[in-house]
């Protein structure tokens, strides 16, 4: 079996070899050599390079794709029958994520084994399975070859799914609204009872799925526990509609203005104490980062793990302090540490962090979080905080009655819309949402993403939007900053980021994102590596080392220039190559890492 988190099926305190081979002595019946040689032959099926290192190294040494690609050896190890993935890329970046599904998807071809992989990402899923089964509540609702299923869902829970998962504009060039299923699988789970599990939240439900549980239905190879699989179909969960954001004029003053930003962090080391030449310099975590976000409006920042996304949302809102650089909101400075800052700028600017469980006192009703704000920064009194939360919780579709209840009571979407209501209860001009949605459930997903824009629309508020998703960042943003190695690789309206031409770090991103449908087809540039810990400047471009698009010598000695997009004013990329022979070179095919023409 391949866990979710490789770091916890890894001993610490074990070399990587000192572990693969006691799997090996445990099972199966070889010698010193026979052991060493499997090893390092199990390391190279899962394109590990340099085997014999990798071997002398600990866990925390290698990279969480290396991490992944070791447990995966592992279980390889005893040529199994059966290997079991459950949620194997679901913690990784999205790079990273690309190529051990390519892995994945080798190994389905070249090992006598069948594979479950379990995951909540229909992009994954449509990018790995042969066939697929969707559960609901503990029991399989549907089953069907991965094309047909995507093509034809037949139970109105996978129609659902589908409808849930963020997608570029059509052909007609209209962006649809999400759609998004009600309730949650907890009260299914625990009421239970004979009738079907999905009959309160269902748009087709009838009297006869409360009166008895719907047996599974052949159709062709299509299995359905629905009493009505022909009427399943994409509209029963509403008409796709055209999703219309309001254009606010751009105002002179932005809310957030940010220029030069700088942080740093650890602390650089003399050779002789406090002289002498540093032997240990400083993790150069943001270096001269720009951006600006407009009232209601929102910024979406991607780039992989080690970019520099959450210290950039930490140093605006004041978690950390920068250590060069501008900060303004509504054209006022704002002091480094969130201490230092007024009562006002506190209030105007609040954090949605990752994991909703961790924002929560585990020990208080969930009222605490939420009361305590509105007494701090709105001033209301205990009566009127109760009240005003009710309507809160109201507001982000949830009964006041679960104000009293303890965080342990709650679904993980229902306590990510408490955080929620907490940051909305001091009026903020500005909400910083840190990975706000990525371990949500894709339909609990779309809840969230539904309401933050309908408050959006409703009290004029921005975002700075962080995450690894590029279609839920293609989704909620009006501009797109990508970072990376703490600099800022390409800035501008999101159709402009995400179309063509574009910088090749952004292209790599996009060519990466699992796309939920099978028969899509993608360039394959695939990012070897990880974004590099700095702590010196770079000679030339901050890419350089992992490009795919690399021209020569002048990557490696000069920094690039900040250049124009074509898609006019406020578009820009920091690359050396030409944006006019950008737009002709990501119009040629990609395969295996070269270009195709």
Not at 129 to 143: H, L, N
Not at 432 to 437: G, Y
Not at 495 to 508: K, W
Request: aromatic share 4%; glycine share 8%.
């Amino acid at each position: 079996m391949v866990y979710q988190d490789p770091a916890t099926s890894l001993n610490p305190s074990m070399r990587i070899g000192t572990q693969v081979q006691e799997v090996l002595r445990e099972h199966l019946d070889l010698d010193s050599r026979q052991v060493r040689e499997r090893m390092i032959e199990l390391f190279e099926s899962v394109r590990l390079a340099d085997p014999e290192a990798i071997g002398q190294r600990y866990p925390h040494q290698l990279s969480g794709g290396m991490q992944q690609r070791v447990v995966i050896a592992m279980a390889l190890a005893c040529d199994p029958d059966l290997l079991i993935m459950d949620e194997p890329t679901t913690g990784l970046d999205v790079t990273t994520e690309a190529t051990i599904l390519d892995l994945i998807v080798e190994l389905k071809d070249r090992v006598n084994a069948g594979i479950l992989f379990v995951s909540h990402n229909l992009g994954v899923i449509a990018r790995v399975a042969d066939r697929v089964a969707v559960m609901y509540a503990g029991e399989i609702v549907e089953q069907a070859t991965v094309g047909e299923l995507f093509k034809n869902p037949r139970h109105p829970y996978t129609a659902g799914l589908l409808s849930c998962v963020p997608r570029p504009p059509g052909d007609d060039g209209i962006e649809r609204k999400l759609s998004s299923i009600p309730g949650s699988v907890l009260d299914a789970q625990i009421e239970g009872g004979e009738s079907c599990l999905f009959a309160d939240r269902c748009p087709l439900a009838q009297d006869a799925c409360t009166a008895q549980v719907p047996p599974m239905t052949d159709l062709d190879g299509h299995l359905s526990k629905c009493l009505f699989p022909d009427d399943v179909h994409s509209g029963i969960w509403g008409e796709a509609q055209e999703r219309k954001k309001e254009l606010i004029p751009e105002e002179p003053i932005p809310v957030l203005n940010a220029h030069s930003l700088r942080k740093f962090y650890g602390r650089e080391r003399k050779k002789y104490l406090l002289f002498g030449p540093p032997v240990q310099q400083r993790v150069r975590a943001l270096i001269d980062v720009d951006m600006k976000v407009g009232t209601g409006r929102t910024l979406g920042v991607v780039g992989e793990s080690g970019s520099g996304k959450s210290t950039a949302a930490k140093t605006i809102v004041g978690l950390v302090p920068k250590d060069g650089g501008k900060l303004e909101l509504r054209g006022q400075n704002l002091a480094d540490g969130v201490q230092h800052r007024s009562k006002e700028q506190r209030a105007a600017m609040r954090m949605v962090f990752q994991n909703p469980t961790a924002s929560l006192n585990p020990k208080l009703p969930i009222r605490h979080s939420i009361i305590r704000a509105l007494r701090k920064f709105a001033g209301l009194s205990r009566d009127e905080s109760r009240e005003r939360a009710e309507q809160l919780l109201e507001a982000v579709g949830l009964d006041p009655s679960y104000l009293d209840r303890p965080p342990s009571e709650l679904s993980g979407g229902q306590q990510q819309r408490v955080a929620l209501a907490g940051a909305f209860a001091a009026s903020p001009d500005l909400i910083v949402a840190d990975e706000a949605v990525s371990s949500l459930d894709v339909s609990v997903q779309a809840q969230v993403l539904n309401l933050l824009e309908e408050h959006q629309r409703e009290s004029g508020n921005s975002y700075v939007f962080i995450t690894h998703d590029l279609g839920v960042v293609r989704y909620v943003s009006d501009d797109i900053l990508v970072l990376y190695a703490g600099h800022v690789a390409e800035y501008g309206p999101s159709e402009a980021v995400l179309g063509s031409p574009s910088h090749p770090y952004t292209e790599a991103l996009l060519s990466a994102a699992p796309i939920p449908d099978p028969e899509a087809t993608q360039n394959q540039i695939r990012l070897e590596g990880s974004v590099p810990t700095l702590h010196s400047a770079f000679k030339g471009c901050f890419f350089a080392g992992r490009c795919p698009r690399k021209i020569g010598d002048i990557c490696d000695t000069s920094a690039p220039p900040e250049q124009a997009g074509s898609h006019g004013e406020g578009h820009i990329i920091n690359c050396h190559i030409p944006v006019e022979e950008l737009a002709i070179i990501q119009q040629q095919p990609f395969q295996n890492g070269v270009s195709v023409t």
